[in-house]
């Protein structure tokens, strides 16, 4: 016999949607604050936007993060960021792009050539080496750039057209809500913004408004079986219905995030992560931001809902 | 009733009986010899990062086509100038892209305006004045007649590093060009990743060039260059220390001639010292200018200069007829293979930078595989007993649809001959969690309709009937972003795209599908009172 998590909720969202805004104008700021960060050039941008090299090293033996930043410092390379990974004894040496000018190609040679000499005593061998042009990083960099915006319209467009206009706004609101405060989040957290980052935001993106579709396709069904009820009453008894099934299906995709972030490796360990956290907030977003941005758009008027079955 | 459970069970297992004759190419290895005659022999590709190698986005640097195009025009002008005895100064490229010439005297500018009209039509004057009664002209070359060249240039280029790569050996290479002026290079499983850029990257013009010994080096050092000669260096490894050094040498400009005249190029071992060279075949026509700049030039040095480094500067003792040569200097084996490899293949007729370079080694690539597929397990373990635990029997028939899903995604890659990245096993891994979302969407509308006292049977058709909206409107926004993953990502990314989307719409069929014809058959076969749900 199956279980239930929750039983029948009767908990009034619309009622704490002060509180929860509160909250999320916080993590959207945080969000906004790291966009301009990363306009005005201050971001840690990963080095596929940002051109520059990247090496990963896999050595025999476990060794000494200190030792590693003190070799690359003694042979020049002042900027590298360095990351340890314990397990598989392994680490990632990034350098930004200021030090590439003029000799693309060489600086991951150098680098290897550091290591050889330092860590003669502590064979390595090469996990990857990433070496990209300011140029790819730029076209990397619009590439991605556009396809937020298309996403964006596109996934507007269609909200729009399923539903009434006022949820395909507030819908897409949330959404961005959900995307900028996993960047935010990130931001504090100190990681990079990168290619795969981005495509952790976008599929975010969708996925979070497939939270959002659940409880709104309730609430329309139930402004139509129960014309004459106030807005927040309707609103309320919607997603204190749909509640469980809005957790069910967000546990069931946090479980495999879980696998991945602390299974998957370090390649693709932010991305996970990335998702990870983005599926809390856009769950808490489909309850919390969503519904209650129509409830404020459309609380004075009269209610007329479109529906397009 | 009975028929359409039929038809549609024939479906899902026509479904899963192709996935699997589509998956097994990918799985068995080797295949029974008869497999290929009438099945697919399609496999899923390993992306770079999973497989280990080398990509590389090279630019061609299409401008030095032209300057060297320009470079010959001015050449060729000052030839034909010196044959008509047309007394001529500064026959030059300038650095914005022009030829200069200056002529002394209004006689001079009269026959050389007959020669331009004759011969150089397709050069355009550009500007013309007169100053202290000499003639200065700027000459540039027609537009459209620098974009044909730019072209060919990476069209030349693409199929010169094709032919460097056949003949080093990488197994299944991809060389495209992509956008105006780039060449995408990629090379799986490559173990020499710094050697294949060395093959790859270099311009390989060889060009014989006379020693200057009319002029002092000395002097030229200093500064005093005389017009028409450069200097460029020889590098030369001391044998012991290993210590690199540049010797200079002065060299006249021109090149007498270059390696396009080439049909082979071989490493030997010279037997005496167990030295590698490199040896040259020329053609007709190079075996003829070889022997007449020989005969030309005895007891002059003649420098062998390779991407405008000095290879050696023998002195030519007597004339050489027959079209061979040889190019030593202080070579590994492997130097002196890949420098026959790049003349073999050909000069690229512009040079490339590498504007970037990811490279992936195999033990990062398994290791890869390896978390891959056991995040992939535990995650798929975490979903399977959830659903078991939470929804019971029902929660069974969800897993069922999850394993179809797996299934017929796999298979689907394989027909497709899809790449398969790290980013895309996270795609699986993300399909798997959303998998079970309709399943859960449904059911808890099926848990609604029984609360409100429906039959069984009654509560299974209005609980799929009701969510399937909701369940298309949410694939549908996954779906779109997956879209845009695929146009606008590159490499690994456009691998999640695929796997996502495919995962989506396949989810669509097993949700949809998969798990109702189990419902309508158990409820067909027995008249359920409660349900396990």
Redesign the interface.
């Known amino acids: 016999m199956g279980i239930e998590l929750l039983g029948k909720t009767n908990i009034d969202f619309i009622g704490k949607r002060k509180y929860a805004f509160i909250f999320s104008v916080v993590l959207v700021s945080l969000g906004i604050f790291s966009l301009v960060q990363m306009w005005r050039g201050q971001a840690n941008l990963g080095i596929d936007f940002a051109g520059g090299t990247s090496v990963q090293l896999k050595f025999e033996k476990p060794f000494q993060l200190d030792k590693a930043r003190h070799a690359l410092e003694v042979n020049g390379f002042k900027d590298s960021e360095l990351q340890q990974f314990i397990e598989g004894n392994k680490l990632l040496i990034q350098i930004k792009k200021s030090e590439m000018t003029g000799s693309e190609g060489k600086v991951a040679d150098k680098i290897l050539a550091v290591f050889s000499k330092e860590f003669a005593d502590n064979k390595f061998l090469v996990d990857s080496t990433t070496e990209i042009g300011p140029k790819v990083g730029k076209s990397l960099r619009d590439d991605a750039l556009i396809a937020v915006i298309v996403s964006a319209i596109g996934m507007i467009v269609y909200l729009a057209w399923r539903f009434e206009f006022s949820f395909g706004v507030a819908a897409a609101a949330a959404t961005f809500h959900d995307v900028l405060s996993v960047l935010g989040i990130f931001n504090i957290l100190g990681k990079e913004v990168n290619l795969l980052l981005v495509t952790a935001l976008l599929t975010l993106a969708g996925y979070s408004l497939t939270d959002t579709v659940v409880v709104y396709d309730r609430i329309r069904e139930n402004l139509r079986l129960r014309p004459r009820d106030p807005l927040d009453q309707v609103m309320n008894s919607s997603i204190n219905e749909v509640l469980s099934r809005t957790i069910v299906t967000s546990l069931t995709v946090f479980l495999v995030c879980v696998a991945l972030v602390f299974f998957g490796g370090e390649v693709i360990h932010d991305f996970s992560l990335a998702l990870l956290i983005g599926i809390v907030i856009g769950t808490y977003s489909s309850i919390f931001v969503a519904s209650p941005i129509v409830y404020e758009w459309r609380k004075g008027k009269k209610v007329k809902i479109r529906t397009r079955r | 009733m009975w028929r359409s459970i039929q038809l549609r069970a024939g479906l899902i297992v026509a479904f899963l009986a192709l996935s699997i004759i589509f998956l097994i190419p990918t799985l068995v290895d080797p295949l029974p010899k008869w497999w290929g005659k009438f099945l697919p022999m399609e496999k899923i590709n390993l992306g770079l ?1 999973l497989r280990g190698g080398m990509h590389l ?1 090279l ?1 061609v640097e299409t401008q030095k086509a032209v300057e060297s195009a320009l470079d010959k025009y001015a050449s060729e002008i000052k030839d034909a100038l010196a044959k008509k005895d047309i007394p001529a100064r500064q026959v030059e490229r300038t650095p914005d892209g022009k030829i200069s010439i200056t002529l002394p005297d209004s006689k001079a500018n009269d026959r050389f305006s007959q020669v331009r009209a004759d011969q150089y039509g397709n050069l355009k004057v550009a500007s013309f004045r007169e100053q202290d009664g000499k003639f200065l002209y700027l000459l540039e070359m027609n537009p459209k007649e620098a974009k044909a060249i730019e072209e060919s240039a990476i069209r030349q280029g693409l199929e010169t590093i094709r032919n460097r790569v056949d003949q080093f050996g990488v197994a299944e290479p991809v060389i495209v060009p992509q956008g105006d002026k780039e060449i995408l290079v990629q090379l799986p499983g490559i173990k020499e ?2 050697r294949a ?1 060395e093959l790859i ?1 270099r311009t390989a013009l060889l060009e014989f060039k006379l020693v200057d010994e009319e002029n002092s080096l000395e002097d030229a050092l200093k500064g005093n260059l005389p017009p028409g000669s450069e200097i460029l260096y020889q590098k030369v490894a001391e044998k012991d220390t290993g210590v690199v050094t540049r010797r200079p040498y002065l060299l006249k400009k021109r090149a007498l001639m270059t390696g396009d005249v080439l049909t082979d190029a071989r490493m030997r071992i010279k037997s005496d010292f167990n030295e590698p060279y490199v040896s040259l075949d020329f053609d007709n026509r190079g075996a003829r200018l070889f022997d007449q700049i020989t005969a030309e030039n005895v007891k002059k040095r003649l420098a062998i200069v390779l991407d405008n480094n000095v290879y050696s500067a023998p002195v030519i003792q007597e004339r050489i007829s027959g079209g061979k040569a040889q190019i030593s200097g202080s070579f590994t084996p492997e130097e002196a293979t890949d420098l026959a490899i790049v003349l073999r293949a050909g000069a690229l007729p512009a040079p490339v ?9 195999p ?2 690539g398994q ?2 595989i390896d ?2 597929i ?3 397990l ?3 373990a ?2 399977v007993v ?2 078991a ?4 029997l ?2 069974l028939i969800a897993d069922w649809a999850l394993f179809l899903n797996i299934v017929y995604l796999m298979g689907a890659m394989a027909s497709m001959r899809a790449t398969l990245t ?2 895309g ?2 795609g699986i ?2 399909a ?3 998998a ?2 309709s399943n ?2 449904m ?2 509308r099926i ?2 309709e029984l609360r409100l006292g429906k039959t069984v049977r009654a509560a299974v058709d209005a609980g799929y009937d009701k969510a399937l ?2 369940i298309i ?10 879209i ?2 695929f ?4 490499g ?2 456009k691998g ?1 795209a695929v796997t ?1 989307s495919l995962g989506v719409i396949i989810n669509l069929f097993s949700a949809l599908i998969g798990t109702k014809v189990i419902f309508d058959w158990i409820n067909l076969k027995k008249q359920l009172k409660t349900l ?2």
Do not use: C, W
């Open positions: 990062d986005l630019e990743p710094q850029i990257g930078k590498i504007i970037q370079n990811v490279t992936v080694g033990s990062l290791d890869s978390k891959g056991r995040a992939a535990i995650g798929a975490l979903v959830f659903m635990v939470y929804y019971g029902s929660g790290l980013p096993i996270a891994i993300l798997i969690g959303m079970v979302d859960v969407l059911f808890e848990r609604e909206f909701t409107d949410s694939h549908v926004t996954t779906l779109i972003t997956a845009v993953l146009q606008f990502g590159t690994p990314i999640f996502l396990s749900i």
